[in-house]
């Protein structure tokens, strides 16, 4: 661990005691309020070069520069920082000419990616109030209250109140090295508790994503929703159905492959809104009874793969997810006499299309996806040469994980899979056994026979066969 952060870490919530002085209620007066860098844990050391960077030139070429949100908010629980974010009042064309290693991105909320290698620096302008007159910088807002564009400037105290959660609205500069919070950030810190800055309401009406934002960040931080914040989220569950479904995947990503996705799911689905995203998932959870049990198998392993830093993709999670609506489409076109393969194929493509109207799966998704499913039909198939075809297909290891969550669940018996584990594990004599036993050719050998050379007949003196 960092010199100096070894203690915190052993108690942050004692830590967080002493800054707060002594008031005992978490999310009292609002205001800003300086803590020197003498009075907390969060230090240059636990920063990227990339944030340095911007920061300092940021600072240097006489702009404010301040980084804020999630990585002031873990670094005060005691976690080490991931993600990156930076505040500032230069606009994003001047942040432009400040890095040629950068670009602007968005519409909706016009920011500024600043790329040093793999890493990405997000650098955002102070925002302002909607309402206010600052010429072009506008905000438009639907006849439901969606901020549809929100790039109106302002300074950094009017950015902390339009940012989401208290706990986000933490800055660190780079000036001075204090924290500048805003909203009584650090009291909700130390109670562990998620609180809507304003009208909770309202700010769900603005941006419905913040709902998926205030489950993710209880799954992954472990905190409870203050009850304020929590009390319009099923009333406005509906709103999601507004957000475009590309915006969608992204917090599905988040949501799901951020190693906290079983809890997250759990969450989603308490709170009504996981059918406003998986609605044909959320109806065949209704009627299988081992549907909820596979989807949550699936997380389980994603979040000790991640855990473990194995690789993971979304391919085999949405496989999972998809998987009993596919199964209940796939039933009644064999009832209609449709054969097996077509019937897996329409299934497959019935259940994507609708899915695309709420979440946008990239193909380079979708695809692996649908190859995890086309498998599950060709598992069973143990006769022959098919064998080693199957397991030689480049989503066979995806397929065969699936087919023991299937089993593990409840859809199936567990025998298939013990079968396919064993002729992974087996030497080249054991896999013809192994073959042999589900009736494999005469020889007892599954593996591709060579081709035998035909032997041409004698030709005669006139050269006639």
Request: net charge neutral; with cysteine.
């Amino acid at each position: 661990m960092f010199k100096g952060f070894t203690r915190f870490l052993q108690s942050p919530g004692e830590h967080l005691k002493a800054l707060l002085g002594p008031q005992d209620a978490p999310g009292g007066s609002t205001g800003l309020r300086i803590i020197p860098r003498q009075e907390h844990p969060v230090s240059r050391q636990h920063f990227s070069d990339g944030a340095l960077k911007v920061l300092y030139r940021l600072h240097n070429a006489g702009f404010e520069a301040y980084l804020v949100g999630g990585c002031i908010r873990d670094s005060l629980l005691g976690r080490m920082p991931k993600d990156f974010d930076v505040a500032t009042d230069a606009t994003p064309e001047q942040v432009k000419e400040l890095f040629r290693n950068s670009r602007i991105i968005g519409r909706r909320f016009r920011i500024v990616h600043v790329r040093f290698g793999r890493e990405v620096i997000e650098v955002t302008t102070f925002r302002g109030k909607p309402g206010d007159d600052h010429g072009d910088h506008i905000a438009q807002q639907s006849d439901d209250g969606l901020l549809l564009r929100d790039n109106v400037w302002g300074n950094i105290q009017e950015d902390a109140l339009r940012r989401d959660f208290t706990v986000n609205a933490l800055y660190y500069s780079i000036a001075d090295f204090s924290i500048h919070d805003f909203a009584d950030g650090v009291r909700d810190i130390e109670a562990r508790t998620l609180r809507l800055i304003g009208d909770p309401a309202t700010r769900y009406r603005e941006d419905p994503v913040r709902m998926l934002r205030a489950v993710r960040f209880a799954g992954k931080l472990e905190f409870r929703l203050d009850p304020a914040t929590e009390a319009p989220i099923r009333e406005h569950a509906s709103l999601l159905l507004q957000i475009p479904p590309a915006r969608l995947f992204d917090e599905i990503l988040k949501l799901f492959m951020g190693g906290h996705g079983l809890d997250t799911f759990h969450l989603l689905r308490h709170y009504d809104l996981f059918a406003m995203l998986f609605p044909e998932a959320d109806e065949a959870m209704a009627e299988l009874p081992w549907a909820e049990r596979l989807v949550e198998l699936a997380l389980e392993s994603t979040d000790r793969r991640i855990a473990e830093e194995r690789p993971v993709t979304p391919a085999f999670l949405f496989a999972a997810l998809l998987w009993g609506p596919v199964q209940l489409r796939l039933a009644a076109l064999e009832a209609d006499d449709m054969p097996p393969i077509p019937a897996l194929q329409a299934a497959a493509q019935q259940v994507v299309s609708r899915q695309l109207q709420h979440i946008s799966i990239p193909k380079r998704f979708s695809l692996p996806m649908r190859d995890i499913w086309d498998l599950q039909q060709r598992l069973p198939l143990r006769r022959g040469r098919r064998v080693y075809q199957t397991r030689e297909h480049p989503r066979f290891r995806a397929a065969y994980d699936l087919l023991l969550l299937r089993e593990a669940a409840g859809e199936l018996e567990p025998d298939l899979g013990d079968w396919w584990t064993a002729f992974q594990e087996a030497d080249e004599h054991e896999q013809r056994r192994l073959l042999g036993k589900v009736g494999a050719d005469p020889a007892g050998s599954g593996a591709p026979r060579k081709r035998r050379r035909r032997r041409r007949k004698p030709r005669g003196p006139s050269g006639d066969a």
